[in-house]
Nanobody, 122 residues
Framework: QVQLVESGGGLVQAGGSLRLSCAAS????????MGWFRQAPGKEREFVTG????????NYADSVKGRFTISRDNAKNTVYLQMNSLKPEDTAIYYC???????????????WGQGTQVTVSS
């Protein structure tokens, strides 16, 4: 089992920045690829970004490319999501997930956090 706890969400104005963290415990963190997903009110959960177990490879949704950056620190069992140039449409609950790959298929992720709310005001 892997337990995931997100933090760092909050309210920010459009154009601002936030940094989300996801702390993992349980099994060996570096064995897993990690991903961030989000779910806005009334919408399905969508892929945001993923990172390989080593941190070398990353993958981003087109909607966040150039604005968001995923990174991980395996020594601290933590994955980060740096979000810059935030837009109101980025408002959602953000979830981190651990799984077998770092692509957009949510079914390939085995463990999920509880989520952290990000609200971007216009």
């Amino acid at each position: 089992q892997v337990q995931l706890v997100e933090s760092g969400g909050g309210l920010v104005q459009a154009g601002g920045s936030l940094r989300l963290s996801c702390a993992a415990s349980g099994r060996i963190f570096s064995d897993y690829a990690m991903g961030w997903f989000r779910q806005a009110p009334g919408k399905e959960r969508e892929f945001v970004t993923g990172i390989s177990w080593s941190g070398v490879r990353t993958n981003y949704a087109d909607s966040v490319k150039g604005r968001f950056t995923i990174s991980r620190d395996n020594a601290k069992n933590t994955v980060y999501l740096q979000m810059n140039s935030l837009k109101p449409e980025d408002t959602a609950i953000y979830y981190c997930a651990a799984g077998r790959h770092y692509y957009s298929d949510s079914t390939r992720y085995d463990y999920w956090g509880q989520g952290t709310q990000v609200t971007v005001s216009s």
